[in-house]
C-alpha cells in the first residue's frame, strides 16, 4: 500500500473512501470534516444523528456520497472523547479506515490529518502510518489473503505550513512499521521453516550491501570454546546446532558509548524433557521474537540512522527432547564460569541468555535492553497486552518506559526483589533455573541479573504480547505482532 500525505481539500478529493474523525462529546464536526459537512449541506451530521452514532474510539459510520462530492464513501472513525484524544487513538482510526476499506473493497482511501489539542502533526503522520500499515499486514507465504489490501492511502492536510512536519512523520511512520512487519514475518514463520541457521541467514542479509552493518557468527565449535554452557547445554536435544550471532551498527561519528540489544532466539521450544503439554507448544513457534524484534529493528537501522553505535545480539536454538537433551538436574556452565543447575529443562531462555548477556556485557555498552518471551508468570501477572519491564537501573528503566510510551507498546515495571534471590540458589551449583512457584518472572530477572556484570541493564518479558491470540486492536490481529521494535527505534532515536 503506497501512502502519501500533501496538501488539499477532502471536499475536492477522488476516492473510494473518505476518512474523518467525531468526537463523541461534540455537537457539529470540526476543522476539515467541518468543511465537508457544510458542503453537503449538513446532511453527514444529519445522518449519524439518526444512525445514533455514538462516537466511540474506533466506532465508525460508513455512508455512499451520492455523488456530492468526488469521493464515492465517507468513513466517520469515532475518536472518543476530545479530552481524552491522545497518539493511540489517532494510530487506530487509521487502522479503522484500512480494515473497513479492506472490507468493502475500497482501493484508494483519503484521511485528513488527525491532529488535535497538543498533539504535533509528525507525530501524529507517524502513528497515522504505522496504524494503516500494521492494519494493514497479512502473513501470506502459506495462504492467500481473503481481503485484498487498498493501493493508495493519502494524508491530506489543509494547512500547508505544517506540510512538511508530517512528511517527516510519515517517513517515520514507514520505518516504524516495516520493521515491525519484519519481526511479525520472523515470528509467523513455522518452525519448520524456522531454523537457528535460518535466522543467521536472516542476520546477513540484513548487512548485506550496508557498510554501516557487519555480522559475526560463532559455531558450536566457537561456542565451546568461548564455554557457552547455556547455549550449547539447550542445543543438545536438537539435530539443529547453535549460534551467537553479533550484529554491529556502527555511524559514521559516533556520539557516545553503545548500546547492546539482546533477544531471545529458540526457535521452537518444546519444553525439552520438560515437555510441554500440547495446547502450550501450539504457538513456540513465537519463542524467537526476541531476537526478531532485534533483527526487525536492524532491518530499519541503516535508514533510522542513529548517531550511537548499536550491537545486536542473539543466541539461536532449538529447544527439543532426544536421547542427547540436557535433563533436569544436569548442571551447565556459563561463559562467566557460573553454574546452572536445570531442574525445568523448559525455563531454557534464561539458560541462552546467561551467555548472550555476558557476551552482551564483554562489550562495556552504555546500557543493555533484552527481549525474551521468558516466563508464562509474567502473563499472570500482566495478561496478555503488557510487557514486564525489570532492571537494575533506574534511569535505563525509565527511558526503555519512556520510549514505550512514545511508540504506543505497553510496558510495566516490576521488582528486581533481592531477597527473592535465595530461591533461584541452587544446593549443587551456583543457581537452579526456577525458583518456587510464586514470582516467577522476577525471579527469571534475577537470574538474568547475574550475568550482566553490573552494566546499566533492562530485561523486557514479552511473553504475553509477542504473539496476539485473539484480536488486541484494530493494528494487532491475531498472530505476530512484531512488539518491541517500535519502542527499540523510538529509543534509538532518542539516545
Known amino acids: 500500500m503506497d501512502i502519501k500525505v500533501y496538501k488539499g481539500d477532502l471536499t475536492q478529493e477522488k476516492a473510494d473512501l473518505l476518512v474523518v474523525g467525531h468526537f463523541s462529546d461534540a455537537k457539529s464536526f470540526e476543522g476539515s470534516s467541518a468543511v465537508l459537512d457544510k458542503v453537503m449541506d449538513g446532511r453527514l451530521m444529519k445522518l449519524i444523528r439518526e444512525d445514533g452514532f455514538k462516537a466511540k474510539l474506533a466506532s465508525t459510520f460508513l455512508t455512499h456520497t451520492n455523488g456530492e462530492i468526488p469521493a464515492k464513501r465517507i468513513l466517520v472513525v469515532g475518536l472518543g472523547k476530545k479530552e ?13 479506515a484500512v480494515n473497513v476499506a479492506k472490507e468493502c473493497g475500497s482501493k484508494t482511501i483519503v484521511s485528513e490529518l488527525h491532529v488535535h489539542g497538543e498533539l504535533k502533526a509528525s507525530d501524529c503522520a507517524q502513528v497515522m502510518v504505522e496504524g494503516a500499515l500494521l492494519a494493514d499486514y497479512t502473513y501470506t507465504k502459506y495462504k492467500k489473503p481473503t481481503h485484498k489490501s487498498p493501493k493508495f492511502f493519502a494524508i491530506v492536510v489543509s494547512d500547508g505550513k505544517i506540510l512538511r512536519s508530517a512528511e517527516k512523520g510519515l517517513a517515520l511512520g514507514e520505518l516504524a512499521a516495516r520493521g515491525t512487519v519484519f519481526a511479525r514475518d520472523l515470528v509467523n514463520t513455522p518452525a519448520h521453516d524456522m531454523h537457528p541457521e535460518t535466522l543467521v541467514d536472516v542476520a546477513k542479509s540484513i548487512a548485506k550491501g550496508k557498510s554501516s552493518i557487519r555480522v559475526r557468527v560463532f559455531d558450536r565449535e566457537a561456542l ?3 564455554g557457552a554452557g547455556g547455549l550449547l547445554g539447550v542445543a543438545q536435544g536438537s539435530d539443529r546446532p547453535p549460534y551467537l550471532v553479533h550484529m554491529t551498527y556502527k555511524p559514521k561519528k559516533p556520539t557516545r558509548k553503545s548500546i547492546a540489544l539482546v533477544g531471545k532466539a529458540v526457535t521452537f521450544d518444546s519444553g525439552g524433557l520438560s515437555l510441554k503439554p500440547a495446547d502450550f507448544m501450539m504457538t513456540m513457534k513465537c519463542d524467537m521474537a526476541g531476537a526478531a524484534a532485534v533483527l526487525g529493528t536492524f532491518s530499519v537501522i541503516a535508514e533510522l540512522a542513529p548517531t550511537v553505535e548499536v550491537h545486536g545480539i542473539f543466541g539461536a536454538v532449538e529447544n527439543m527432547p532426544s536421547g542427547s537433551a540436557i535433563r533436569p538436574g544436569d548442571v551447565l556452565t556459563a561463559m562467566n564460569k557460573k553454574t546452572m543447575e536445570v531442574l525445568n529443562t523448559d525455563a531454557e531462555g534464561r539458560l541462552t541468555l546467561a551467555d548472550t548477556l555476558f557476551y552482551a556485557a564483554k562489550l562495556k555498552p552504555l ?14 501477572a500482566l495478561g496478555e497486552e503488557i510487557t514486564g519491564v525489570m532492571s537494575n537501573d533506574d534511569k535505563v528503566a525509565a527511558r526503555v518506559l519512556d520510549a514505550a510510551a512514545a511508540a504506543g507498546e505497553k510496558m510495566w515495571r516490576l521488582p528486581l526483589e533481592k531477597s527473592y534471590k535465595k530461591v533461584i540458589k541452587s544446593q549443587i551449583a551456583d543457581l537452579q533455573n526456577i525458583g518456587n512457584k510464586w514470582g516467577g518472572a522476577l525471579t527469571a530477572g534475577l537470574f538474568l541479573e547475574e550475568f550482566v556484570d553490573k552494566t546499566p541493564w533492562a530485561h523486557l518479558d514479552i511473553a504475553g ?3 496476539a491470540e485473539r484480536e488486541i486492536d484494530p493494528y494487532t490481529h491475531k498472530g505476530a505482532t512484531g512488539h518491541g521494535v517500535r519502542t527499540l527505534i523510538q529509543l534509538l532515536r532518542s539516545s
Do not use: H, S, W, Y
Open 84 to 96: 481524552n484524544v491522545d497518539l493511540e487513538a489517532v494510530r487506530q482510526t487509521a487502522a479503522v
Open 224 to 226: 565451546k570454546r568461548m
Open 367 to 380: 546500557f543493555i535492553v533484552d527481549l525474551a518471551t521468558l516466563t508464562g508468570a509474567c502473563v499472570v
Open 465 to 467: 504480547p509477542a504473539f
